[in-house]
């Protein structure tokens, strides 16, 4: 017997956040290890990453995962059982072998992601470590900073506000208990603000308030007022981070913000974030144009320099080569790393590495349609990426990963080293 092989693959159907099927896989070893792993899924989803196969028809709206569930029973199966749990690398290989497709269409990206998943937790099981441990090897690492949503919007909240995610980064925390600490008295803050103006509606997707805002920078106002009133300084303890999700937004150097009933050029929108980057303390951006719009990232990066993370999610859909491609044309200086949207943990891993190898800041992220599973929060620590995004701060798909990295903090006792503000690219962090 060999205890590090594979012996057993399994799959269910469960459920995310929004009430869809999804798939969950489960590896068990030889030795008794085992792993389980559950896919997400995206709401604003970039064209190049890896297809989330769903089966069409009337069953679920359509939305069902049964034939992903048998890829995952049959052909995954078949081409992991047997093979060393321990070899992440060689492991998925096979699985992007058995899919023999550039975009994981065949099997779906939902079908290897899970599988690949679960074999690294099955490996941590198997070795009697933590996942983010067996990730890390013997590397140092670090509890990342949280990148958490305060008002939600785009497509996550109906679009009531153009805006994707309004989101604040704790740069003053010194622990990531505190910095948790913080933007959970943001939080409670910025609800309260929409309450006394008789603007509070629930929460969107991902846990951040329902957005009643008359204008898009009204929602900016709110969020430093937030900040504010939570007894903190804009800037100097919680800055602003964007997820602009421009794509959603048009096409072809044309983009409209519905709520101003403005339609802007390529040019006249980056004189819009530039004006913002004056205005408020932001020090990350995320999808600040379409991903066709490469020509708009170079002028935009040039534009803006050091004074803010430019973060690649739908333009660089956590590819290697994308990543690489970017630093050498100098159109973003930040990767969003995002599993489900590579389609295996070592293609994951790649992208990050490859933005570590070009100086951009790394950020682990999780998906719109999450679950209980806390694997990214093992990922951002164990492959030491220095930011993690999940959500808000509320939502228990969204607390449970926020809570797992509190945990692993406490387990690292004094060797605990907070990443903070340093992970940041730009003149707010290290980079």
């Not at 034939?67 to 998925?92: H, K, S, Y």
């Amino acid at each position: 017997m060999n205890a590090m092989r594979i012996a057993h693959v399994r799959a269910r159907r469960v459920y995310d956040s929004r009430g869809r099927p999804t798939v969950e896989a489960e590896v068990v070893l030889e030795g008794g290890g085992r792993g389980r792993a559950i896919a997400p899924a995206g709401a604003s989803r970039g064209a190049r990453e890896a297809i989330d196969l769903r089966d069409g028809g009337t069953a679920f709206g359509g939305l069902d995962v049964a034939t992903a569930l048998r890829n995952v029973r049959t052909t995954l199966a078949a081409a992991v059982t047997g093979r060393d749990a321990g070899d992440q690398a060689g492991v998925d290989a096979l699985i992007v072998a058995a899919d023999g497709t550039p975009n994981k269409a065949r099997l779906g990206g939902n079908a290897t992601v899970a599988v690949s998943l679960a074999v690294a937790a099955a490996a941590a099981d198997g070795r009697g470590v933590p996942l983010w441990r067996h990730l890390a090897g013997d590397a140092p690492v670090s509890l990342p900073l949280p990148e958490v949503q305060i008002f939600g919007g785009g497509a996550h909240a109906g679009r009531r506000l153009d805006l994707q995610d309004l989101m604040v980064m704790p740069v003053g925390a010194h622990s990531f208990a505190e910095a948790l600490a913080m933007v959970a008295e943001i939080y409670r803050a910025a609800g309260a603000l929409m309450a006394e103006r008789g603007a509070l509606a629930g929460v969107a997707d991902e846990g951040g308030w329902w957005p009643q805002f008359d204008s898009n920078e009204q929602a900016l106002d709110t969020l430093v007022a937030a900040i504010e009133r939570a007894g903190f300084a804009p800037g100097a303890d919680a800055a602003i981070s964007l997820d602009i999700a421009a794509s959603e937004l048009g096409r072809d150097g044309r983009y409209r913000l519905a709520l101003d009933d403005r339609e802007f050029d390529r040019d006249a929108l980056a004189a819009l974030w530039l004006r913002w980057l004056d205005r408020y303390p932001i020090a990350s951006i995320e999808d600040p144009f379409g991903e066709d719009d490469a020509d708009a990232w170079t002028a935009f990066a040039r534009a803006a320099g050091h004074r803010v993370q430019i973060v690649g999610d739908d333009f660089l859909t956590t590819s290697a080569a994308r990543v690489t491609a970017a630093a050498a044309a100098g159109t973003c200086n930040a990767v969003l790393v995002k599993p489900n949207q590579a389609g295996t943990v070592s293609e994951a891993r790649a992208a990050l590495e490859a933005g570590r190898a070009a100086g951009f800041g790394t950020i682990v992220s999780a998906r719109s349609g999450e679950t209980e599973d806390v694997s990214v929060a093992h990922l951002a620590v164990g492959w030491n990426a220095g930011q993690l995004k999940v959500g808000s701060f509320a939502r228990g798909e969204r607390m449970a990963k926020w809570n797992e990295v509190l945990r692993i903090e406490e387990a690292l006792g004094g060797t605990a080293r907070y990443a903070g503000a340093s992970a940041l690219h730009g003149r707010w962090g290290g980079r």
